[in-house]
């Protein structure tokens, strides 16, 4: 057997081991993707998710709006003529809504 055919041959063995070794290194590790039981995490993440984005989106029943709220306004006024009037105020309230649909308030107003 020449040199040339020998350095062929080894060259050829080491290659083949070389491609061998490393598909079944790849065979024995885990495959990509998430942790185990990670799965079922990120599908209650997106149906959650899907659910917040359905209510900013209009979906929403009364039971959603159900609390207490409060309310403050300031308001301004400007009259023309001879003199001039500016006129300002201050509302302040708080409404309760209950989940059946009723609700109540009680305002406060001062300026003018």
Do not use: C, W
């Amino acid at each position: 057997m020449t040199v040339n055919r020998f350095r062929m041959v080894v060259l050829t063995i080491f290659l083949v081991l070389v491609v061998a070794s490393a598909h079944f290194s790849g065979q024995a590790q885990n495959p990509p993707g998430p942790p185990p039981g990670a799965g079922q995490s990120l599908y209650n993440q997106v149906a959650a998710l899907t659910d917040r984005v359905s209510k900013l989106e209009g979906n929403i029943t009364a039971a959603d709006l159900a609390g207490t709220y409060a309310v403050h306004a300031f308001q301004n006024a400007l009259y023309p003529g001879f003199p001039a009037r500016v006129e300002s105020g201050v509302s302040v309230a708080t409404a309760t809504l209950a989940a059946d649909g009723t609700g109540t308030s009680s305002e406060t107003d001062s300026g003018y």
